[in-house]
């Protein structure tokens, strides 16, 4: 199995990075956050990857969501890059690099070619 | 830069957003109509910071003060009608106390209060935990529009003629926030120079939560090498940390490799003895034994259970 799709979001593994697009839903709270790192840590299996997480259509996560994000959000996770296409959603990935502050290595782009220019050092040979 | 007067008054808008955060009223929330507009997007921030100065400042554990000075009281029946309030309460809610008599608890708080109460007592007395009070944050709705932010303590009384709950507590803004241990126990002479320090402690011991959280793959250092690298002594980290985040340093360490662990055992085939020495744990017994401890199951029993794939 290399590739996942439910109603938070779509994933799949290529080139030894593991590929995460928010898709656009309400209530962005715990509840959400467990399923969204549950999905990504079963395709994963045991093997810690890059991700680049696409959050162009992310919603608000709350505050719960956020601080479980930032800490089990990134089991088996070596590096993110965010990927944000607004004003607004780079300032969303901003806010939560800042304040909630991820446990791995993050950062935020404008574009999918910056981002993974980002991961190439984590990406296992 | 020219601004229009739509623009002109979100900027308002957000002005007395800011004002409401700085009086402690972190129940305050800027709506938010245009998610694109650079402006509407500091008054998205705002509601951000509010929920984590709300978090931050109304943890359950600042609850405790048992002699309020002045609370208000009031007293609901089992329907959620006020059936009793003291002058402290008429005076907050700006509502003759006549009035006040009969009001549906509803008309006087705000809706998601108001569920939160509800949810909350519902399950507190059906567990038969009457004999301990709930600790509540209620959001009153005041006359004049503005909400108001109080801590507060509901307790469980059985009448003559039936049950009733008695809530007593401060508004949010008068509560003082005290982290004694702190400060000094000598007074410096420089009172500046005393809070620049308190501040520049807690700076530090927020470093040392997120240093925590950073390394929760391996042991923790001893808590003299954890000051010595962040600036404190042993004794401020420890009553510091405990005063900020409601548990001692060594146990949050211990309580986030459990929580990570977890993830991997739910959602991974990982060996649990890996698991185990991922997050740093000396030994798998030790590991089991305080997984058990926190979750009430062994590892093993646990992926037993709650293995997704």
Avoid at chain 1, 24 to 49: C, G, H, T, W, Y
Wanted: charge should be positive; include cysteine.
């Amino acid at each position: 199995m290399n590739y996942i799709k439910n109603e938070y979001s779509e994933l799949f593994i290529q080139d030894g990075v593991l590929f995460f697009k928010y898709l656009p839903f309400e209530n962005f709270d715990l509840a959400a956050a467990e399923k969204i790192v549950a999905a990504r840590l079963s395709l994963q299996r045991e093997i810690a990857f890059p991700v680049l997480c696409d959050v162009r259509q992310i919603g608000k996560p709350n505050l719960s969501a956020r601080r479980f994000l930032a800490v089990q959000g990134s089991v088996l996770a070596k590096a993110v890059a965010y990927v944000a296409n607004s004003y607004s959603k780079e300032k969303l990935a901003d806010f939560f690099i800042t304040v909630d502050q991820p446990t791995a290595p993050t950062a935020v782009f404008s574009t999918q070619e910056a981002a993974l220019q980002f991961l190439k050092p984590y990406v296992s040979e | 830069m020219s601004v229009n007067k739509k623009e002109l008054a979100k900027i308002d808008d957000i002005l007395e957003m800011i004002v409401q955060l700085a009086l402690g009223n972190f129940a305050y929330r800027y709506q938010v109509e245009n998610p694109e507009s650079e402006i509407e997007n500091i008054g998205e921030r705002l509601n951000y910071l509010a929920e984590e100065l709300g978090m931050f400042i109304s943890h359950p554990g600042v609850f405790g003060i048992k002699n309020m000075a002045d609370p208000y009281v009031f007293a609901v029946n089992e329907e959620f009608k006020i059936t009793g309030v003291n002058c402290r309460f008429v005076d907050l809610m700006q509502i003759p106390e006549k009035k006040l008599l009969e009001l549906p608890l509803s008309e006087v708080v705000t809706e998601s209060t108001y569920a939160a109460i509800t949810q909350q007592l519902k399950v507190h007395f059906e567990e038969e935990r009457t004999h301990t009070p709930v600790r509540l944050l209620i959001s009153f709705h005041l006359k004049s529009g503005n909400i108001l932010d109080c801590w507060g303590y509901c307790h469980f009384v059985k009448g003559a003629d039936g049950v009733y709950f008695l809530f007593r507590g401060l508004p949010i803004a008068e509560k003082e926030i005290k982290v004694p241990l702190l400060q000094p126990k000598t007074k410096s002479r420089n009172k500046e120079h005393s809070i620049i320090q308190y501040q520049a402690d807690i700076m530090n011991l927020r470093k040392v939560h997120q240093y925590i959280l950073s390394n929760l793959h391996q042991k923790l250092p001893s808590l003299n090498e954890i000051a010595r690298k962040f600036n404190l002594n042993e004794f401020k980290l420890k009553k510091g940390f405990k005063a900020l985040y409601q548990t001692p340093v060594v146990k949050f360490h211990r309580e986030k490799r459990l929580e990570m662990a977890y993830q991997m055992i739910v959602n991974t085939p990982t060996p649990l003895s890996v698991i185990a020495k991922n997050f740093g744990f000396m030994d798998y017994p030790y590991f089991s034994k305080a997984f058990k401890k926190k979750y009430g199951k062994s590892p093993s029993k646990f992926k037993d259970d709650n293995y997704i794939n």
